[in-house]
């Protein structure tokens, strides 16, 4: 096939984000057909464009880069393009173009930071990001989504301007804005790391996620799943590779997200904390470095961005037909939604790292990478995370959703294209599962690995067969915690709760400090100051006629006290006797000259 699709001249982010902008000029099944040729294009020129760097020019003196394509960007571009052609599919019905517009733009600036070749590009496609993904949780128009909404873009800009920080200390200290790894010392360093650890949700920078998705738009909370946390890891591959802290880091996110999951009574909040954990696989990978480490971590971000997706997808369909998101609520829908259960099922399959489907051949990477380095604390974090991702996401979720105690509700399916979406979705982690080799491929490094050894598949096997006997232990012995409807509050209480206290305090102090200003320099300093001033020629004019002993109308035993009051009646009156004028000009001018001299 003779393609020259660069004669295009069109970087894909950009496509992602000006085409987004035409949407709300198209109606029918023409915006239909333009919505799915942006992705399918866009994956078009990410697989013909050769390796490099593309779509340069000079800004200011440096050199910006909207296309490096190497190994390691190229699989997330495609991973991008792929997920956003199925989104739109799932969002096809869907009569919001403040929506579609949001998630173009959401999604090439996702695209702009895999494929930016340096730091400023980063910056501007980081923050296109933060702003267009903000617009998917305003869009649900609830007062929950919009408080939400408002503390998510809080934190981002936090995350933003620590990135805007270190990139602008880097460029300083190194005169370049080359965008490739670092070291994590010095402030440059550091600020650019806190920056990138915001969006990827490392803990204790993670509570925004589960606070913001479960809150978004239907259609909004697949695309947010998708790009944020990956795109985030894709910067710590391509920056911080092989920094020892990431190892804890992820341990720590993969690990602690569980309880929170367990205890959640809303099922797209359960996805927000397993999204987290599942990212702590990669960070760990990332930390790890080595090849097999840092392959592993791709294909995780490759294959979680599918499961945890179409999870999304599912529980969103669920939401679409019955209203209904909460554990509590739900029960019972395998009757009325067969094709939407099966769905969810392979994803909470996947997810689980169920032998022949994508988390398997994924996350044993990262797991197997530890092992291979003797990390024995590590590994057996990950394998603990590995098993709660059983039980918050492999059963919980469908459990709740689809079995479970009966809610007498009797939901149809959704609409076919979120069928479809979701079809597509879960036809791709099975068939991941299965031709792991044409992942493998397109990995940053060569991958000399294979998953279904009988070690390994045996070791997986009694891993998820234990956490579903245990599930289904503790359900049958009624101590599995209990579904609550309540608020569970994670880190974000130090800007839920603690931000409130802090702003009650500095409001009392800064107000009053406030009205202190008010009344000394607005109220009183000015009186005093008039009066002073009405005063002070008269003075001056006094002082002057008895120095020189002189009167008005030449009589120097004229009563002092009645010339005094005619003096101050004139100067009130603003009628200065002849000559004051000149002699107060002369008294300065001889001030001016002994500061002058004398001091």
């Known amino acids: 096939m003779n393609f020259d699709v660069l004669n295009l001249n069109i970087p894909p982010a950009l496509l992602f984000i000006i085409g987004g902008f035409l949407i709300p000029a198209l109606k029918g099944r023409v915006k239909s057909a333009y919505m799915l040729i942006l992705p399918a294009l866009a994956f078009i020129i990410v697989f013909y464009t050769p390796l490099g760097q593309h779509w340069q020019f000079e800004f200011l003196g440096y050199d910006l880069i909207l296309g490096r394509l190497d190994r390691l960007s190229r699989v997330f571009a ?114 650019i790391f806190i920056g990138v650890a915001v969006n990827a949700a490392i803990i204790p920078l993670h509570a925004w996620l589960s606070d913001a998705y479960p809150e978004a738009t239907i259609t909004g909370a697949v695309f947010l799943s998708a790009f944020t946390t990956k795109s985030a890891v894709y910067v710590m591959a391509r920056v911080f590779p092989g920094t020892e802290l990431l190892i804890y880091l992820g341990a720590i996110m993969a690990a602690v997200p569980i309880f929170y999951a367990l205890l959640e009574n809303d099922i797209r909040r359960v996805l927000a904390y397993s999204l987290i954990s599942q990212g702590g696989f990669m960070i760990c990978g990332v930390g790890i470095g080595t090849a097999l480490a840092i392959n592993g971590a791709v294909a995780h971000a490759f294959c979680c961005i599918l499961y945890i997706a179409l999870l999304f997808m599912a529980a969103g369909a669920v939401f679409h037909v019955t209203g209904k998101i909460k554990c509590t609520d739900l029960g019972g829908l395998y009757k009325t939604m067969p094709l939407t259960c099966l769905f969810c099922i392979v994803g909470a399959a996947s997810i689980s790292a169920f032998p022949m489907f994508s988390g398997f051949i994924s996350k044993s990477m990262v797991i197997s990478s530890a092992a291979h380095h003797k990390m024995a604390i590590v590994w057996l974090i990950l394998q603990f995370a590995s098993a709660g991702a059983v039980y918050h996401a492999g059963i919980k979720v469908p459990f709740y959703m689809f079995f479970g105690q009966d809610s007498g509700i009797r939901a149809k399916e959704p609409p076919f294209n979120m069928l479809l979406a979701m079809f597509l979705t879960a036809l791709l982690c099975i068939f991941l599962g299965i031709r792991f080799d044409l992942l493998y491929a397109i990995l940053p490094y060569t991958a000399d690995y294979s998953p279904y050894t009988g070690a390994h598949v045996v070791g997986q096997l009694q891993l998820l067969l234990f956490g579903a006997l245990a599930f289904c232990l503790l359900i049958l012995s009624g101590k599995y915690p209990a579904e609550m409807r309540a608020v569970n509050l994670d880190a974000d209480w130090f800007y839920r709760k603690g931000g409130r206290i802090f702003a009650a305090g500095f409001d009392y102090f800064l107000n009053n400090l406030n009205r202190l200003c008010d009344l000394l320099f607005a109220r009183s300093l000015p009186g005093l100051l008039q009066k002073i001033f009405n005063r002070l020629p008269a003075l001056i004019i006094k002082q002057i006629q008895r120095l020189f002993g002189s009167r008005k109308g030449g009589r120097p035993d004229t009563d002092a006290s009645r010339v005094d009051a005619e003096t101050d009646a004139v100067v009130n009156a603003g009628l200065l006797p002849i000559g004051i004028g000149p002699i107060l000009a002369v008294l300065f001018i001889v001030f001016l000259c002994l500061k002058l001299y004398l001091f």
């Open 78 to 191: 495609y991973i991008f393009t792929l997920i956003s052609f199925i989104s739109v599919i799932f969002a096809l019905k869907l009569d919001d173009d403040v929506q579609h517009t949001a998630g173009f733009a959401y999604a090439g600036g996702a695209l702009g930071v895999t494929l930016a070749g340096d730091l400023f590009s980063l910056y501007v496609f980081w923050e296109i990001m933060a702003v267009a993904s903000a617009f998917l949780i305003i869009a649900r128009k609830t007062q929950a989504a919009q408080a939400a909404a408002f503390r998510y873009i809080m934190v981002h800009v936090f995350g933003g301007l620590c990135l805007l920080a270190g990139i602008v200390l880097y460029v300083n200290n190194t005169g370049t804005a080359q965008f490739s790894v670092m070291e994590l010392s010095g402030p440059a360093g550091i600020l």
